[in-house]
Each structure stands twice: as structure tokens, then as C-alpha cells.
Nanobody, 122 residues
Framework: QVQLVESGGGLVQSGGSLRLSCAAS????????MAWYRQAPGKQRRLVAA???????NYADSVKGRFTISRDNAKNTLYLQMNSLKPEDTAVYYC????????????????WGQGTQVTVSS
């Protein structure tokens, strides 16, 4: 199995910055695409940003130019630098990873973290 643990959420004023981290651990063989999703109260979980194992990135239009996704493959860690935060960025942010384990190297599993709350006050 693969465990994902997010950290770095919190309360910040509008215009402020936060950096989220997601550490992957467990019986990891290989990690492919990693991504951040968010879910606001009463709304569906939506993709914020994704990054391939080779570093190709993709962003939701609402965060382009403000958020930066990155990863450290040696540390199996995903990051999300969030700048110029707005109240509408308030949500629970979830880390997601497509990965294989040493026990099942031919099967790509879909793994989720427990989420971290980001609250942006106006």
C-alpha cells in the first residue's frame, strides 16, 4: 500500500501564501502522475494541478499564474505553492498519486491523502 500525508494547510488572509506538502510512503515501487484536488463545502472535488513523473504540469484555469505544483522524486514528495490566495480558494486540499507497489508492480493504484484544510479570509 501507499500512504499519502498532506501538511501545510491553515488560515491565511486574502493575498497571502501557503505551501502544501504531500509525503508518500509505504511499499512504493514507482509513482507516476501526482496531483492536488480540492473540495469546497457542498461542491464536488476538482482538480487543482497535476504533475507527471517527468515534470509536465497542468493547472485549473482558476489557479494559473498563482499556484505552482512541483515534486521531489527522490523524496516521494509533492508540493503546491499557493500565492495571491483568494477566499474562493478555501477548501480541503487532497493529494492524489498514481503508483505501483513492490507487491503489485504491474498494477497502477489510485491513492488519496486525508486532506488538509485551507481557509482564506477576506
Amino acid at each position: 500500500q501507499v500512504q499519502l500525508v498532506e501538511s501545510g494547510g491553515g488560515l491565511v488572509q486574502s493575498g497571502g501564501s501557503l505551501r502544501l506538502s504531500c509525503a508518500a510512503s509505504g511499499s512504493i515501487f514507482s509513482i507516476y502522475t501526482m496531483a492536488w484536488y480540492r473540495q469546497a463545502p457542498g461542491k464536488q472535488r476538482r482538480l487543482v494541478a497535476a504533475i507527471s513523473s517527468g515534470g509536465i504540469t497542468n493547472y485549473a484555469d482558476s489557479v494559473k499564474g498563482r499556484f505552482t505544483i512541483s515534486r521531489d522524486n527522490a523524496k516521494n514528495t509533492l508540493y503546491l505553492q499557493m500565492n495571491s490566495l483568494k477566499p474562493e480558494d478555501t477548501a480541503v486540499y487532497y493529494c492524489n498519486a498514481a503508483a505501483t507497489t513492490r507487491q503489485a508492480m504491474g498494477v497502477i493504484g489510485d491513492y488519496w491523502g486525508q486532506g488538509t484544510q485551507v481557509t482564506v479570509s477576506s
